[in-house]
C-alpha cells in the first residue's frame, strides 16, 4: 500500500494526516463526522476543544457500540460475511488510533501544548 498525506479540518484546524490511496475515503468520511460531532458538541456548550472532541468521540463511540449489540441481537440473517465484519473493524481501529494520535497532539489556537489523556 502506498502512503499518502491528505489535508482534513477537524475543529476549524488543518491537519495533515498518513493514509493509503485505499483507506482515504474512508478517512475522509470518518472526519467528516467527527468535525460533525465536534461542532455539534460545541454548539451545545463545550467551549474547548478538547471537551467537544472528547465528547464527540464518546458520541461516536456509543453509536458504534449501539450498532455492533443491535447486530449481534439481530435474529435476521445478515449478508455481510464474517471476513468483511473482520476487515471493518480492523480499519475502525485504525481510524481509532489515527484519532488517538490526533487527539494526543491537537492544542488550542495560542497554547502549544499537546493534550495528556
Do not use: W, Y
Not at 57 to 79: R, V, Y
Amino acid at each position: 500500500m502506498s502512503q499518502q498525506r491528505i489535508e482534513v479540518t477537524l475543529a476549524g484546524q488543518k491537519i495533515t494526516l498518513a493514509t493509503s490511496t485505499e483507506h482515504e475515503p474512508l478517512l475522509r468520511a470518518a472526519c467528516v463526522l467527527v468535525d460533525e460531532q465536534i461542532k455539534l458538541a460545541i454548539g451545545g456548550g463545550n467551549r474547548s476543544i478538547e471537551r467537544a472532541s472528547m465528547m464527540a468521540a464518546l458520541k461516536i463511540a456509543g453509536d458504534f457500540i449501539t450498532l455492533q449489540k443491535n447486530a449481534s441481537q439481530s435474529s435476521t440473517p445478515s449478508n455481510v460475511s464474517s471476513d468483511e465484519v473482520t476487515r471493518l473493524q480492523a480499519e475502525i481501529r485504525a481510524l481509532e488510533d489515527q484519532v488517538d494520535a490526533l487527539m494526543q497532539t491537537l492544542s488550542l489556537p495560542g497554547s502549544p501544548r499537546p493534550i495528556v489523556p
